[in-house]
């Protein structure tokens, strides 16, 4: 976020890592590293923290939190998905994430959940059930007071929501 360092994904023959290196020094330090892939990776706009999606040990894909600073990492308590398609996005003051969760994945285009969550991760406000398709569309307002989503993009419809998962317009 400050554009000071990168967040890296490398993949080793028996594991893969996450790094952040340093672009004036050079220096490398690698925040995880897990056999399983890890997917949507998004770092929080203030740079305190990194989010992503791992494949558990079954079907689901599960949301984990890194702090920067400390190299802490916590598997965050929220619905698990059969999906790591959509990105996660960050509120613009890195206060809450937006991501969805498909239970079933064996459909053409399947239905998706949406959840705003802080990153504590608890309590996520389920926002819609199963209404959103998995290529649907979403972003914060400039704000991050509000989300805007098109829940199908063949029937551009637009929903706004407060980021505490209340219905605004529709």
Same mark, same amino acid.
């Given at each position: 976020?400050?554009? *000071?360092?990168?967040?890296?994904? /490398?993949?080793?023959?028996?594991?893969?890592?996450? $790094?952040?290196?340093?672009?004036?020094?050079?220096?490398?330090?690698?925040?995880?590293? $897990?056999?399983?892939?890890?997917? $949507?990776? /998004?770092?929080?706009?203030?740079?305190?923290?990194?989010?992503?999606?791992?494949?558990?040990?079954?079907?689901?894909?599960?949301?984990?939190?890194?702090?920067?600073? #400390?190299?802490?990492?916590? *598997?965050?308590?929220?619905?698990?998905?059969?999906?790591?398609?959509?990105?996660?996005?960050?509120?613009?003051?890195?206060?809450?994430?937006?991501?969805?969760?498909?239970?079933?994945?064996?459909?053409?285009?399947?239905?998706? #959940?949406?959840?705003?969550?802080?990153?504590?991760?608890?309590?996520?406000?389920?926002?819609?059930?199963?209404?959103?398709?998995?290529?649907?569309?979403?972003?914060?307002?400039?704000?991050?007071?509000?989300?805007?989503?098109?829940?199908?993009?063949? *029937?551009?419809?637009?929903?706004?929501?407060?980021?505490?998962?209340?219905?605004?317009?529709?």
């Amino acid at each position: 976020p400050s554009g *000071k360092s990168v967040l890296l994904r /490398s993949r080793f023959e028996d594991h893969f890592e996450l $790094a952040i290196r340093d672009l004036t020094t050079g220096q490398q330090k690698i925040v995880h590293r $897990a056999p399983r892939p890890q997917l $949507a990776i /998004s770092w929080s706009p203030d740079g305190e923290n990194v989010i992503f999606q791992q494949k558990s040990q079954g079907p689901h894909y599960e949301l984990y939190l890194i702090t920067v600073s #400390s190299g802490d990492i916590r *598997k965050l308590d929220v619905p698990p998905s059969s999906s790591a398609r959509q990105p996660l996005l960050w509120s613009p003051d890195s206060s809450s994430v937006v991501y969805t969760a498909a239970e079933k994945m064996h459909t053409p285009i399947p239905l998706c #959940s949406i959840f705003i969550v802080d990153p504590s991760g608890v309590n996520p406000a389920r926002v819609l059930k199963d209404k959103i398709r998995a290529d649907a569309l979403y972003a914060w307002s400039p704000d991050g007071m509000q989300l805007v989503l098109v829940p199908d993009v063949e *029937k551009p419809d637009l929903l706004r929501f407060s980021r505490e998962g209340q219905v605004l317009q529709q």
